[in-house]
């Protein structure tokens, strides 16, 4: 089982920033993908972006250049810094984990940060 506690969500004007900060602990495997989507009121849960033990990167089309993923595998924290944020990027924020082998692959979920952008 693994764990996820996020943190850093709140409120902002538009143009500001915000770092959202998650803590994985528990049965991490060596090849993992850790990463943040979002989840706006009446839409689908969506890839924000998510980043790969192995360092790879993927964003979504609409954070790229605003929005910066990283980690620290040593101590398994996954940070989402955000800037130019915009009132459309209001939404629950979950950090998720993947563990994978081969074919296998197990997902963990946070229980969501809020993020609301406004004036």
Known sequence: QVQLVESGGGLVQPGGSLRLSCAASGNIYSVNTMGWYRQALGKQRELV???GSGGFTDYADFV???FTISRDNAN????LQMSSLKPEDTALYYCNLEN???LFKNTYWGQGTQVTVSS
């Open 49 to 51: 972006a998510i980043v």
């Open 64 to 66: 790229k250049g605003r």
């Open 76 to 79: 398994n924290t996954v940070t």
């Open 100 to 102: 994978r082998a081969g």
